[in-house]
């Protein structure tokens, strides 16, 4: 693709990864909008994900020339057997008391994509790549961008013995993305159930989706 480079992301993006996050991720995401939570509240967040996804060689940055971040697929590892142990020792599930009400019922959400994957999934499949983040700046999307993203690495991934690509995706874009491209959804959290202690909805998305999806898809349907 002329004008881009698509390189595997390395602890040293980290800063630039963030300045992404903060001028474009935070006011585009469409439930990151939905939620109506701060920079406060979301940001520490993405900074601990990208530490995370950093750490292993699957994660994605786009820049221009010059270096500019114009997109990012940010990508973790999940194993059956270690989550397993966690749900034994008793999970490891975030703390959210510090959060607003909105954000908590959301981050429980996308806990719960995470803690029925492997119900959900086929029982032959036991390490996962995790589809975090995958955004688009506005000012670079509809120039193929997200699909590229979504099939680099695939030859690194099946050496680490990966057995799939996971993905919850949260906007209608990257709905409409996965289903294009072979993905499974596995099954539907509708925002609608995401609701105040008085029953008002707490996040409505101005995109068109409708509730989150777990989505799936067999390594070996990649063509690599």
């Known amino acids: 693709m002329v004008g881009y480079i698509f390189r595997t992301a390395e602890p040293s993006d980290y800063d630039a990864i963030m300045k992404y996050m903060d001028e474009h991720y935070y006011h585009e995401g469409p439930t990151i909008r939905a939620t109506k ?17 950093l750490i292993a060689p699957l994660s994605i940055v786009v820049t221009t020339y010059e270096g500019d ?15 397993e142990r966690n749900r034994k ?11 607003s009400e909105t954000m908590q019922k959301y981050l429980t959400m996308l806990q719960k994509c995470h803690d029925e994957f492997w119900s959900l999934a086929p029982s032959d499949t036991n390490i996962v790549i995790y589809r975090e983040i995958s955004s688009v700046g506005a000012p670079w999307q509809r120039q ?10 695939l030859t690194v991934a099946e050496l680490l013995g990966i057995d799939g690509i996971v993905s919850a995706t949260t906007s209608h874009a990257n709905q409409v993305l ?6 499974k959804s596995l099954k ?5 159930s995401i609701v105040s202690e008085e029953g008002t909805r707490l996040v409505e998305t101005d995109d ?8 799936f ?3 070996e349907e990649y063509e690599l």
């Open 37 to 53: 939570a701060s920079k406060e509240e979301w940001l520490p967040r993405f900074g601990k994900l990208v530490e995370r996804c």
């Open 69 to 83: 971040v114009v997109a990012v697929s940010l990508n973790s590892v999940w194993k059956r057997k270690e989550d």
């Open 89 to 99: 020792r008793g999970g490891h599930h975030m703390a959210l008391s510090n959060y």
């Open 144 to 153: 193929g961008i997200a699909s590229k993203m979504l099939i680099r690495n």
């Open 178 to 183: 996965l289903a294009k491209h072979g993905f």
């Open 188 to 192: 539907e959290f509708p925002y609608s």
């Open 208 to 215: 068109g989706s409708k509730g989150m999806r777990i989505n």
């Open 217 to 219: 898809k067999r390594i």
